[in-house]
């Protein structure tokens, strides 16, 4: 415990004892009410009463009498104690009369400033402990300091070997520690080490987990710090904290300054309603000045990391500041199963358990993904009180995770229930035939979570860059699989295919306005993401296109949809005496896996050339 908290903790006991004596003190005029006077004339003529000790009191005659019986002792208010003293001389018992006590000074000046002073030094130490906690010291109002935390060398105990599936981005971030450790090998021949390397990627890819690695190798003195540690309500506070973090790192250096989420105070400058910013363009303008400006940062590497680059002010993005921008993207199958072993080292794993094959299911997992895989993986193991994962249990947490928890208890009607098989069958059998999706890893009618009466859940054979023009047509086509079901059968729709029309259709608009797919559109972007006002662009942005386009774009895209229905409704009538099979199995168990669904098809193949299901 450091000395602020040690101090904090003593006050608050002396407060305690000084509350305790004044409630003490106040008990000491404590009487009993319940010893009347009549009590008190029984007693004295049975002969109870056998000593009496008068008080009186400041205001006399009034007073009290300590009254001793042969049971005991009461205490009994008076009038006047004259009176008392005349029943004790009339009964012939011991009496004593004490004098008019006079004023406690203590209890009345002392005690009650004392209290004042110590409740005034209880907040300010409340205060000033907080104060402490937020900026490093034990000033208050210290405001303008910076919050970064400062880690010396050998405190942090990650390192490169920790971090799995990201063989090129720790190639380039060995640079940045050898640069550290030997500059002398790089000067001699004019080399420049870098002032700045932003990482960038989508959430959970390693970013935050690279710059602790970091700071693990390279052996120097490492600043940590948010981009929203920055920004105060207090116009300057910002800029004054890059002031004195930049101070701070320079007389540490050589040494790494990492600003996670640095989205937060360099966002482009001069954007949203109402222009800007003060604070923040304050913040950002002190940021720019101190990594590339007047002042030298010789031996300053800042790190950083962002998953909005596209809001950032181009001003910090140019080399000089940011000499280098390495992209942590999601992991390719041989990462994912790197990083699965990292994250199982502590989890007892049964003989079943083949991580390959759990890598090769997971395409477009992130390293956050799998830990919280294996994670609600041990989480079902422990629910059933084994000490051991298995596969069947990585299983559960893989449809956890991806569509939601199941809710096995909700009671759905008998109708329901039978939409929901065939909804979900031509979904499936979709995902059977047509050649670039699929295949099938799990269809449910269970409900979950999210909100769904069932799923099906396909299983990725292969991690791909980009998406064909048929593929996207056959996820269209799938997306719209359970409505088809559901209009065969039961001659009606139902609002369960709600996300399902949500998604074909964005899938279909971003071919038209994004990609370039449609022949009567062209190949021409109308996709334009600069309207975006609240993350860095202007309010009064122009549309990119004119309403005559707009109504082009509406009817390709009806097109499209309309064109892919009709081709997905073809492969169900086909297909029909399997939707009927699938529905009744799955009526029966609720749920199949890839085995038993394939088993439906026995011996029939389904062959399918790209001119079949595509423009």
């Known amino acids: 415990m450091n000395k602020s908290g040690r101090t904090f903790n ?11 004596a004044m409630m003490w003190s106040s008990t000491l005029r404590r009487v009993d009410e319940n010893y009347t006077q009549k009590q008190f004339q029984e007693d004295l003529q049975n002969g109870e009463v056998t000593g009496m000790v008068i008080i009186q009191n400041e205001e006399t005659p009034t007073g ?37 006590p006079g004023e ?57 070997k920790d971090v799995a599936g990201l063989k090129e981005e720790k190639e380039d971030l060995e640079e940045i520690v050898e640069f550290l450790k030997q500059p002398a090998k790089f000067t001699k021949v004019g080399a420049r080490i870098p002032k700045g390397v932003l990482l960038e990627g989508p959430p959970g890819t390693g970013k935050t987990l690279l710059a602790k ?10 600043f940590s710090i948010s981009g929203s540690d920055f920004v105060e309500m207090f116009v300057g506070v910002g800029a004054s904290r890059v002031r004195d973090l930049f101070a701070e790192a320079k007389k540490n250096a050589p040494c790494i300054v990492f600003i996670d989420e640095i989205d937060a105070v360099a966002r ?16 950002l303008n002190q940021m720019l000045v101190e990594m590339d400006g007047f002042g030298v940062n010789e031996g300053i590497i800042v790190l950083a990391a962002t998953n909005r680059v596209d809001i950032l002010d181009p001003a910090i993005l140019r080399p000089g500041r940011f000499d280098r921008k390495i992209a942590v ?67 559960k947490a893989f449809v956890k995770v991806g569509i939601g928890a199941e809710k096995k208890s909700r009671i759905i009607s008998d109708k329901e229930k039978k939409i929901t098989a065939y909804h979900e069958a031509g979904h499936a059998i979709l995902f059977h035939v047509l050649p670039d999706v699929g295949p099938v890893y799990t269809v449910s009618i269970i409900p979950t979570g999210v909100g769904a009466a069932g799923y099906t859940m396909p299983l990725p054979e292969k991690d791909e860059m980009f998406m064909t023009k048929g593929q996207m047509l056959q996820e269209i086509m799938v997306s719209l699989g359970g409505r088809i079901a559901e209009e065969l059968i039961f001659e009606d729709v139902t609002t369960g295919a709600s996300s399902d029309i949500k998604k074909a259709t964005k899938i279909a608009k971003s071919m038209v306005t994004r990609y370039g797919m449609s022949d009567d559109i062209g190949v021409i972007c ?37 064109s892919c229905y009709a081709k997905a409704k073809e492969f169900i009538v086909e297909n029909q005496s399997i939707l009927h099979s699938c529905a009744e199995l799955l009526l029966e168990k609720e749920k199949i ?11 029939k193949k389904v062959a399918l050339k790209k001119e079949n299901y595509q423009d």
Do not use: C, W
């Open 593 to 603: 896996g890839r085995e038993e669904f394939e088993a439906l098809f026995g011996e």
């Open 329 to 395: 993207g999601r992991p390719d199958v041989g990462g994912r199963e790197d990083i699965l072993k990292v994250h199982a080292k502590n989890k007892p794993l049964a003989e079943d358990v083949d991580l390959k094959q759990v890598a090769q299911t997971t395409a477009g997992f992130t390293g956050a993904d799998l830990e919280n895989l294996l994670n609600e993986s041990a989480i079902v193991a422990a629910k059933e009180d084994r000490a051991y994962i298995n596969q069947e249990d990585i299983k």
């Open 268 to 283: 482009r400058r001069g954007t949203g309603m109402g222009g800007g910013h003060d604070e923040r363009e304050q913040t």
């Open 104 to 160: 406690n000074i203590f209890l009345a000046y002392i005690l009650p400033v004392i209290a004042i002073v110590g409740m005034g030094f209880f907040f300010f130490m409340l205060i000033n402990a907080q104060n402490a906690g937020n900026s490093g010291n034990g000033k208050m109002m210290n405001f303008g300091k910076s919050r970064a935390r400062m880690s010396v060398a050998g405190e942090n105990k990650v390192t490169l």
């Open 526 to 562: 109308y996709d334009d993401d600069d309207d975006e006002v609240f993350i860095g662009r202007d309010l009064a942005h122009a549309k990119a296109h004119s309403e005559m386009i707009s109504g082009e774009i509406d009817r390709e895209i009806k097109k499209i949809i309309d």
């Open 213 to 222: 690695a970091i700071a693990g190798e390279a052996n120097v003195p490492f």
């Open 64 to 100: 009290s009498a300590r009254v001793h019986l042969q049971d005991g002792e009461r205490t009994l208010n008076v009038v006047d104690v004259k009176d008392l003293i005349a029943d004790a001389e009339q009964y012939d018992v011991d009496y004593v009369v004490r004098d008019v």
């Open 10 to 20: 003593m006050v608050f006991i002396l407060l305690l004892v000084v509350l305790f």
